[in-house]
């Protein structure tokens, strides 16, 4: 286990804003998790815990409490009746793990390519894109519970999964710390029609390769295209979550000429929609770019604070719902 002291959180998070977090804790093995806890404990200081910091902003008075940070690795890999088993530790970084499943053939988390982030981070906000989502091949969890000090294990249904929602951070937020995610793929393909934007690429550039490497290799490319890479730009990848509707919600967008999708899991509106119509696309405010390829996203160009962050996101939402009506929600979390 290794205790950092006064880390700035703009190093541990993509989107590069963030003052100092008081204690830094990288966890290496599952034991050292109640440590870990107990050291914060002991210290009367709350507990954060961190992934990747692809969906994390700080904010600039820092973190007056304890960061844990889970480094544990390994893939183990069972064979079953219904196909491949993989357990994966929450510290692998989960495209590594995308590219490995995709490499021994198996279906079921290809259009999850290039998402940045840790694998025990994934289940927390139901990772999505491309029409799949961790949720459709998860099986189970193995958790640290800090309500009761021991080791669980969570099942899918335990976990409440919705559109980037789970109980981890909603109802029981706070409460688990994941140590491992383990889900079961299959060997064949995707089943079509694949999501527009995949079709739309496959007929441009006359592919036929739709094994999970295939399937890789196209949602590599659109996302190369579309979203930056947070290692080159500050980001934090979608910034703003897309809108859920009911029928007769739906109904009243669509009779406004709104672009209302009717996807299996629900009516959803494009909020990059919005932002791009309400002539934000590719804008500079306060420092933040509003990514003119994909309007969802915004860069961390030149904020020299939280608070550039914020009077860029208040200018955005209060326009969109002067235009539209609709509150835009934000999608990364905070540290606080
Ligand atoms: N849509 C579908 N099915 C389709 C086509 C479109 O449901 O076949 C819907 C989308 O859900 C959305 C709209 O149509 O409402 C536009 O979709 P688009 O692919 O343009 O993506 P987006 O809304 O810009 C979302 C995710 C991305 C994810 C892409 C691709 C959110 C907030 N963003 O972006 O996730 O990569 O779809 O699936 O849900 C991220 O979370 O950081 C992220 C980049």
């Known amino acids: ?18 003052g ?12 050292e998790i109640p440590e870990a806890y107990n050291f914060a404990i002991t210290n009367k200081l709350p507990v954060f815990v961190l992934g990747y910091g692809a969906n994390t902003i700080g904010h600039d008075e820092g973190y007056n409490g304890v960061i ?25 970084y989960w495209d590594n793990i995308v590219d490995y499943a995709c490499k021994k053939g198996l279906t079921g ?33 193995e958790v640290y519970d800090t ?28 409460r688990y710390f994941v140590i491992s995610i383990t889900s079961l793929l299959k060997k064949g393909q995707m089943p079509r029609p694949f999501y527009r934007s995949i079709e739309t690429y496959i007929s441009a550039n006359n592919i036929t390769d739709f094994s999970p490497q295939g399937i890789r290799s196209i949602v590599s490319a659109i996302r190369k295209d579309k979203l930056p890479d947070p290692m080159e730009k500050a980001s934090a990848g979608s910034f703003f979550k897309n809108i859920y509707l ?29 932002i791009e119509h309400a002539g934000f696309s590719g804008k500079l405010l306060h420092g933040i770019r509003v990514s003119d390829k994909a309007s969802l996203v915004l860069i961390n160009e030149s ?33 606080v």
Request: glycine fraction near 8%.
């Open 20 to 31: 100092p977090a008081r204690y830094v804790i990288e966890v290496e093995k599952p034991e």
């Open 68 to 92: 844990i940070i889970s480094r544990m690795k390994g893939i183990q890999e069972e064979e079953t009746a219904d196909g491949t088993k993989l357990t994966i530790m929450g510290g692998e």
């Open 147 to 174: 309500s009761t000090g021991t080791f669980r294990t969570l099942s899918h249904d335990d976990l409440g999964f919705s559109y980037r929602k789970s109980i981890l951070n909603t109802t029981e937020k706070n």
């Open 246 to 274: 009911t029928d007769s919600e739906a109904e009243a967008a669509e009779s406004k000429g709104y672009p209302v999708y009717r996807g299996k899991d629900g009516n959803k509106i494009n909020s990059g929609w919005f």
């Open 303 to 335: 904020a020299k604070s939280y608070n550039d962050l914020a009077e860029a996101r208040a200018e955005i939402i209060n326009k969109v719902y002067d235009i539209y009506g609709y509150w835009l929600e934000q999608e990364p979390i905070e540290i």
């Open 1 to 18: 286990m290794r205790i950092n002291e006064n880390i700035l959180i703009s190093s541990l998070t993509t989107m590069r804003l963030g």
């Open 109 to 141: 988390i290809e259009a999850l390519s290039k998402i940045p982030g840790l694998a025990g981070a994934a289940p927390v906000q139901n990772i999505g894109a491309y029409g799949q989502e961790i949720a459709n091949t998860l099986q189970s969890i």
